[in-house]
Nanobody, 116 residues
Framework: QVQLVESGGGLVQPGGSLRLSCAAS????????MSWYRQAPGKERELVAV????????TYADSVKGRFTISRDNAKNTVYLQMNSLKAEDTAVYFC?????????WGKGTLVTVSS
């Protein structure tokens, strides 16, 4: 059974940092492209960042470029999202996604709240 478990969310002040983790199990992690999505209250889910299977290429939403960094450790079956210079508009539930061919898996999400 495939499981993606996000952690690291919480309450942070504007300008602060958080590091999200997503631990994967039940799949051959290194075969999957990994992504982070987020969904703010009343809004649609949006793509935040993507990292290829080897970690050789990354893509970011314009709204987080220069502030967020996605990385992965295939030995630990884990993908990370380092979030710096957080803004109130980054408040959302952050979801981890694993994709390979037609296989597409999601975690349950972790809440990030940016507020003073």
């Amino acid at each position: 059974q495939v499981q993606l478990v996000e952690s690291g969310g919480g309450l942070v002040q504007p300008g602060g940092s958080l590091r999200l983790s997503c631990a994967a199990s039940g799949l051959t992690f290194s075969m999957y492209s990994m992504s982070w999505y987020r969904q703010a209250p009343g809004k649609e889910r949006e793509l935040v960042a993507v990292i290829t299977r080897t970690g050789g290429s990354t893509t970011y939403a314009d709204s987080v470029k220069g502030r967020f960094t996605i990385s992965r450790d295939n030995a630990k079956n884990t993908v990370y999202l380092q979030m710096n210079s957080l803004k109130a508009e980054d408040t959302a539930v952050y979801f981890c996604n694993a994709q390979f061919l037609r296989m597409d898996y999601w975690g349950k999400g972790t809440l990030v709240t940016v507020s003073s």
